[in-house]
């Protein structure tokens, strides 16, 4: 059986997992190729105008596996950790594509939560009867899968260049470069190595619940906002980078946090869409990068690389 798995949302976070789980079942799995222009049109004209990007290009993906495979993983997820919920087109995604992408073949509907071992064990075995697989092979490849999961080093730490940025967002916009125009590679090339959250403890992230009158509803507000919170607290990186989807909600909290926590500390805020002109982006990234060497060489907050996040 040929299982499609799009490269998309958060495929960036689970992809080791979800591969794993599918070659356990005896599966063929066929992946989208990265995101590129082709996808990005196809999504575009698929979705509803009002999506943020990442979600047109899922739809992008989908539309790439509709006449190459047997069934689609669609995971749909409503919580990333207890009681912390994300954009709520994640809850209400495999309906909106059958309605959004015609002809498409069966997709997986049951909700997908990776924090919780049981109920992602009823996933996979609902997955497997789609799969044409017996519980316990589903099983069996569940134990492989959630293992292998837990063992994978997420984040990216680059100690190499003069300069340290810390780089924040959801994952599907760090990690998908045609989205973002890699600026990873832009800021590599000015000299400036970048740190994800996932490199940050998650007790670091927490501190963010003390600064807070209420337990956030969302999720990226421990991730990400707690992350860069952390950083520039703590001098750990010249500057913050946000990348952020146009008509992302959720962001538009985070970013309003994140600023009223930082002060003064440098950071800029990246609106992807779908125009996919780099001048725009190329002329941000080199002013900021300007400022913060005037900074640098100014003596002002010089940073303390790797001191508090590693526990010196």
Known sequence: MKIGLPRGLYYYKFDTFLECFLKGLGAEVVLTPDTNKNILVGGVAACVDDACLPVKLYHGH??????????????????????????????????????????????????????????????????????????????????????????????????????????????????????????????????????????????????????????????????????????AKNHAVDGLLYLSSFQCGIDSVNVDLLKDFIGSFPMLVLKLDEHAGEAGIETRVEAFMDMIERRRANGIHLPSYGQYIYGG
């Open 62 to 231: 989908v539309l790439y596996l509709r006449d190459k495979c047997d069934l689609i993983i669609v995971p749909r997820i409503m919580e990333m950790a207890k009681k912390e919920y994300i954009c709520p087109k994640f809850c209400g995604l495999p309906e909106m594509l059958k309605n959004s992408i015609p002809g498409l073949p069966p997709i997986t509907e049951l909700p997908f939560a990776m924090h919780d071992p049981k109920r992602q064990l009823k996933w996979c075995e609902a997955a497997g009867r789609l799969a044409g697989a017996g519980g316990e092979k589903a099983r069996r490849s569940f134990s492989l899968a959630y293992d292998a999961f837990k063992k994978t080093c997420r984040g990216v730490d680059d100690c190499t260049k003069t300069y340290k940025i810390g780089l924040l967002g959801h994952a599907y916009n760090i990690y998908d470069k045609f989205a973002n125009m890699d600026v990873v590679k832009k800021l590599g090339e000015l000299d400036a190595g970048v740190i994800t959250e996932e490199s940050i403890p998650d007790a670091c992230k927490r501190e963010i619940y003390k600064s807070l009158l209420i337990y956030p509803f969302w999720s990226s507000v421990k991730e990400t906002v707690g992350a860069g919170m952390y950083l």
